[in-house]
């Protein structure tokens, strides 16, 4: 199958909306007062009187701090500073110890000292938990805008997942998932890629799991509860499979909620331009359900349209960061079209990983 994935990604593919599932890309239409459990009066913090000293000012600590613990979600306005280390600073004190992303899906590069998104402006990001895909994901999550051309909407949405969570779980759609999934996921080779004009790949797994040792790399894999691993003799492909709960508990509200969306389905790779070609099953990541049956189109649908009807959308300006409980909110955003010379710099930083433990009894 990974010689199969190689010789597709070798085409010249110059159509991407050939490959592109209209139906698929969420409306990210945020949800009117009467179903969002939260409203922007909530979350948003005005800095303007706190800006001289911004990241240890302990009256501005502790207003984000409350507002985190009952929002799960903190929007910092009028900052007055883009410096992202003096950014991350300012929210680190509910994020806990950074993570470095080891065994992350996407390839991310420094941006002033944090991370960069890891993805491209024209691609759609579905709604998701960060590193919901392996058995350590990080407990918050931080985007920070460093730069923005004036004009261009560059936003940002969150989605509640606690009424998510509670929309789901009248479905059957919900109760399918909720017997389990299963998620493939695959590492190109960077070795294999040296002196080749191919460039066609989502991630090799020397970057993800931060070594050149195949050994190290299957340690590193199994720690993360990742099972039946295999390697491409000829191409140096890893591939491996993940079948996490559905539900993960979430301390902060002693509550049961969803840790799962339809985003580790292949059809998250339907508008990256270096992958949409590949067919579903060849794709670096697929989902199906835990005995392998294939998501209905109907019910990908339905999946998309509950994580987008209880959205809500950030817009942003130079300086502004919002932090994000990974537990109560999923992230995403549209594909994002720039005017010609266009900028969107935005910076991000990963909270304290946590090992998953799933659900707890009594507490849904």
Not at 160 to 182: F, H
Not at 241 to 260: A, G, Q, S
Request: proline share 4%; aromatic share 10%; charged share 25%.
């Amino acid at each position: 199958m990974a010689s199969k994935l190689i010789s597709i990604l070798r085409r010249n593919v110059s159509v991407l909306s050939d490959f592109t599932r209209p139906e698929f890309i969420p409306k990210f239409s945020p949800g009117t007062s009467s179903v969002s459990r939260v409203q922007p009066q909530d979350y948003t913090i005005d800095c303007s009187q706190y800006q001289l000293n911004l990241d240890k000012n302990e009256v501005l600590r502790e207003r984000i701090s409350d507002v985190f613990k009952h929002t799960g979600l903190v929007y910092l306005t009028n900052t007055g500073t883009v410096n992202a280390i003096t950014l991350k600073n300012t929210v680190r004190h509910v994020m806990g110890k950074e993570d470095n992303y080891e065994g992350g899906g996407n390839p991310r590069a420094s941006v002033d000292g944090v991370f960069d998104t890891g993805v491209s402006n024209d691609q759609t990001i579905h709604f998701h938990h960060e590193m919901q895909y392996m058995h350590q994901s990080i407990r918050t999550i931080a985007f920070m805008c460093i730069d923005l051309t004036p004009g261009a909407d560059g936003s940002t949405y969150f989605s509640d997942n606690i009424a998510y969570t509670d929309d789901m779980r009248t479905r059957e759609i919900g109760r399918k998932m909720e017997k389990g999934v299963r998620i493939v996921r695959r590492w190109t080779n960077q070795e294999y890629f040296k002196g080749k004009s191919l460039n066609n790949y989502y991630n090799h797994w020397q970057v993800s799991f931060q070594t050149d040792d195949p050994d190290v790399a299957e340690q590193r894999a199994k720690a993360l509860s990742l099972v039946n691993l295999q390697w491409d003799s000829l191409t140096g492909l890893l591939s491996a499979e993940y079948y996490p709960e559905t539900f993960e508990y979430c301390p902060v509200i002693d509550r049961n909620l969803y840790y799962r969306t339809i985003s580790d389905h292949a059809l998250w790779f339907d508008t990256d331009k270096n992958v949409a070609h590949v067919p579903d099953q060849d794709r670096p990541q697929i989902m199906t359900f835990a005995d392998g049956r294939n998501f209905t189109r109907e019910e990908i649908i339905e999946c998309i349209e509950v994580a987008d009807k209880y959205s809500l959308k950030l817009d942003w300006k130079p300086g502004q960061i919002a932090v994000a409980c990974n537990y109560r909110f999923l992230h995403g955003r549209p594909g994002i079209s720039l005017p010609a010379e266009g900028i969107r710099k935005m910076g991000v930083v990963l909270g304290e990983r946590f090992d998953r433990m799933g659900p707890l009894p009594g507490k849904y």
